[in-house]
């Protein structure tokens, strides 16, 4: 049913926006090094299913109703430029209430895995990158004489294993880093202020991108 010819040039775009740096990548890493595995996992599972329930709204129309009306991606794209304003600002403020001396591991450690998976979860989704991507890029490798939502459910799965991989990958690799050099570099220290300024900085290449 899928061109296979595609595939490739497919898989590789995926691996592109897996590792690319994006809020959910540092969401993930931020997390990875506070919590460990585990916790990166948890955020991972709800980015995973994020990407599914994406799919399923190209599928049933998102990507012609975005042709159709082109203010409505603005619009997405300010929505989330806003959201990772909030978040920034959110970071920031909690690493200037407990002080750069104090670690504020407890606030962090007091999530839940169902927590983090949904935190995870809602952090993609409030993302327009990921939106717009599977909006406007899964369309891209369809065949038009198959049938249009199966193949585009197919590639939305593709997209969402390929970086459900990457993340827990990514989360195993800064885990066990944190780990092995945390008694010297203690980044949990500084960890809500260090991401508060990226996502203050995402947000604003997000608002000002043409």
């Known amino acids: 049913m899928l061109d296979v010819s595609v595939l490739p040039m497919f898989l590789g775009a ?18 990875s090094s506070i919590k460990g ?3 990166g996992t948890a955020i991972a ?5 994020a990407g599914l329930l994406q799919s399923v709204l190209v599928a049933v129309g998102l990507a012609k109703l975005l042709q159709l009306v082109p203010v409505l991606a603005v619009m997405i794209k300010l929505v989330g430029a806003l959201y990772l304003l909030w978040l920034g600002i959110k970071f920031i403020k909690n690493w200037h209430n407990a002080g750069v001396s104090c670690t504020n591991v407890s606030k962090h450690a007091g999530k839940s895995m169902r927590q983090l998976f949904l935190l995870g979860m809602l952090n993609n ?7 717009l991507f599977f909006a406007l890029f899964l369309p891209q490798f369809i065949n038009t004489q198959a049938p249009i939502l199966t193949q585009i459910m197919l590639l939305g799965v593709l997209l969402s294993m390929v ?10 690799m800064v885990s066990i880093a944190t780990s092995q050099f945390t008694a010297k570099i203690k980044p949990g220290r500084y960890v809500d202020g260090i991401l508060g300024i990226l996502f203050v900085g ?9």
Do not use: E
């Open 163 to 172: 970086t459900l991989m990457i993340n827990v990958m990514v989360s195993w």
């Open 125 to 131: 989704l409030l993302n327009p990158k990921a939106l």
């Open 37 to 39: 595995f585990k916790a």
């Open 202 to 210: 995402l947000a604003a290449r997000l608002a000002l991108s043409k």
């Open 45 to 49: 599972g709800g980015i995973f299913l």
């Open 14 to 31: 995926c691996l592109l926006l897996a590792v690319s740096p994006g809020p959910d990548l540092l969401l993930l890493m931020s997390y």
